[in-house]
């Protein structure tokens, strides 16, 4: 490609093999170019097998770590009974990554929580969750303040309704023991 364009493509130096801007630009039309071949590869299928009512093809999907966890395997299993001729690819990650995921055409569809100000999206709440205190021995809310608290660090809205909870209903900071990045890890630890 490089004789043929005339340009230097790849720069290859001591820290590694490096993209020029020229470079970059081609990978950049290279996956434009794969992601439009893979559309019309689904939708030639789909007009072959519409006939028979048979949908094909890929379905990407974003999903929230905690979502992927709980939520989405039976949400897959319900659809892949419907409709066995589709296949998934799913992401997971932070819900807060998520929109940059459907942004950039990486994903068809996301499933975060929280809103995260989607503009230029559509969306639709599917559930509603309670925020809980998790306790193996039995506890006084007004004692919170005085006993160890596993902080969890997800996603910032969640953090953010319930570091407003405290401030409404506590006027000292927590006691916080430990600080945890994944749910299963703050179940373990409680």
């Not at 072959?48 to 949908?55: A, M």
């Not at 979502?67 to 001729?85: G, M, T, W």
């Not at 929580?113 to 639709?124: A, E, M």
């Not at 925020?131 to 809310?141: G, M």
Request: glycine residues 6%; negative net charge.
């Amino acid at each position: 490609m490089q004789e043929q364009l005339g340009v230097t493509i790849v720069t290859r130096e001591r820290s590694g093999v490096h993209f020029t801007p020229q470079g970059e630009y081609l990978v950049h039309c290279a996956e434009e170019a794969f992601a439009h071949y893979e559309k019309i590869k689904e939708n030639v299928q789909n007009m072959s097998n519409n006939e028979s009512n048979k949908v094909v093809g890929t379905l990407k999907l974003g999903v929230s770590n905690f979502f992927a966890n709980y939520e989405l395997p039976y949400i897959l299993k319900l659809f892949k009974r419907q409709f066995p001729h589709v296949e998934f690819k799913v992401v997971t990650g932070w819900s807060r990554d998520v929109p940059q995921l459907i942004h950039n055409k990486d994903v068809h569809i996301g499933f975060v929580r929280g809103d995260y100000g989607y503009r230029g999206f559509s969306k639709h709440q599917l559930f509603e969750e309670t925020i809980c205190i998790a306790s193996k021995d039995e506890i006084e809310i007004k004692n919170l303040p005085r006993l160890p608290r596993i902080e969890y660090r997800g996603d910032y809205l969640v953090k953010s309704i319930i570091d407003h909870w405290w401030a409404e209903n506590y006027a000292q900071a927590p006691f916080i023991s430990i600080e945890v990045d994944q749910v299963d890890t703050c179940k373990e630890m409680v």
